[in-house]
């Protein structure tokens, strides 16, 4: 069973920047590169988790939320077994738990959160006005 672990999570003013990073374990670096796609979801208190960008096997495509798009960057480190979410012009509504997703597949990229069977246990991002 692959284990997720986030980082990089904290509290920053408004317009300000963090790097979230999520190391996966227990795969080999050729499989992760190969097999595993992966995404950044959040979530806050009393609503559905929320997907904020998705990125494919090899790292060549992307896909982000309407409300991220152009602040945020995915992107990933196969060689380190490791996913990012460079995320910039951090605003107030960005808060929430933030987590990283899993799942092996076949090209293209996850978009649902149904879709992922592995999760990581959140790393907290709190943006203030």
């Known amino acids: 069973q692959v284990q997720l672990m986030e980082s990089g999570g904290g509290s920053v003013q408004a317009g300000g920047s963090l790097r979230l990073s999520c190391v996966a374990s227990?795969?080999?670096?050729?499989?992760?590169?190969?097999?595993?796609?992966m995404g950044w979801f959040r979530q806050v208190p009393g609503k559905e988790r929320e997907g904020v960008a998705h990125?494919?096997?090899?790292?060549?495509?992307?896909y982000y939320a309407d409300s991220v798009k152009g602040r945020f960057t995915i992107s990933r480190d196969n060689a380190k077994n490791t996913l990012y979410l460079q995320m910039n012009s951090l605003k107030p509504e960005d808060t929430g738990m933030y987590y990283c997703a899993a799942q092996p597949c076949v090209g293209g990229l996850l978009y649902n959160r149904y879709q992922y069977n592995s999760w990581g246990q959140g790393t907290q991002v709190t943006v203030s006005s």
């Open positions: 227990r795969y080999t670096s050729r499989y992760f590169s190969s097999s595993i796609c």
């Open positions: 990125i494919s096997t090899g790292g060549g495509s992307t």
